[in-house]
């Protein structure tokens, strides 16, 4: 059974910075993309950034360009989410997710997801 294993949230006052990790079974981390989700309460579940495991590809939500860098430690099967300049409205459960077709970003084209990991940012 494949396995995504989040930790790294935490809470931070604003313009702080969190670095978020994703541990990944070797089944799942083969797959061709992985990201970073993120919900809030009464909310959808948005895409924050993907990465295709091949490397050449990126997404980032346009509220984070500029702030959040996505990357990958292959020798580790390790997901990363650097968040920097952290703003209260990037609060919530971040949740790492992996797919093997990878057809679009939204979060109902991946297949499988980690627990998630809280993130809160006051002002």
């Known amino acids: 059974q494949g396995q995504l294993v989040e930790s790294g949230g935490g809470s931070v006052q604003a313009g702080g910075s969190l670095r978020l990790s994703c541990l990944a079974s070797e089944s799942i981390y083969s797959q061709w993309c992985m990201g970073w989700f993120r919900q809030t309460p009464g909310k959808e579940r948005d895409p924050v950034a993907v990465?295709?495991?091949?490397?050449?590809?990126?997404y980032y939500n346009a509220s984070v360009k500029g702030r959040f860098t996505i990357s990958q430690d292959h020798a580790k099967r390790t997901l990363y989410l650097q968040m920097n300049s952290l703003k209260p409205e990037d609060t919530g459960m971040y949740y790492c997710?992996?797919?093997?077709?990878?057809?679009?970003?939204?979060?109902?084209?991946?297949?499988?997801w980690g627990q998630g990991t809280q993130v809160t940012v006051s002002s």
């Open positions: 990465i295709y495991t091949s490397g050449d590809r990126l």
């Open positions: 997710a992996a797919d093997g077709l990878c057809s679009d970003v939204g979060p109902e084209h991946f297949t499988y």
